[in-house]
Nanobody, 119 residues
Framework: VQLQASGGGLVQAGGSLRLSCAAS????????IGWFRQAPGKEREFVAAIGRSGGSTWYADSNKGRFTISRDNAKNTVHLQMNSLKPEDTAVYYC?????????????WGQGTQVTVSS
């Protein structure tokens, strides 16, 4: 599975961004897709994940109510809608794939996309 993340950028606090993760490969639709982020000087942390059919989702407590993950298997794309962004959301965001949503780490990783939230 190959993954490519996009959609990062600079936004003011309280604003929104929509990240996209394009998955390729014949078995891409079989995988859980997750988003992770890593801020400078901090460890990588889980953000959200979505199951193969899109019926199951998981979120980090810090993101619940602000972030929404969705999936379009026809396009092999997963989106992360991020609203009410805070400066502490600033990080490089990565999408990743695994058969198990609770794996650590996930098996496949895309390149990151930078999200910067200004105060």
């Amino acid at each position: 599975v190959q993954l490519q993340a996009s959609g990062g950028g600079l936004v003011q606090a309280g604003g929104s961004l929509r990240l996209s993760c394009a998955a390729s490969g014949r078995t891409a639709s079989l995988y859980v897709i997750g988003w992770f982020r890593q801020a400078p000087g901090k460890e990588r942390e889980f953000v959200a994940a979505i199951g193969r059919s899109g019926g199951s989702t998981w979120y980090a407590d810090s993101n619940k109510g602000r972030f929404t993950i969705s999936r379009d298997n026809a396009k092999n794309t997963v989106h992360l809608q991020m609203n009410s962004l805070k400066p502490e959301d600033t990080a490089v965001y990565y999408c990743a794939a695994d058969l198990n949503p609770h794996s650590d780490p996930y098996d496949y990783w895309g390149q990151g996309t930078q999200v910067t939230v200004s105060s």
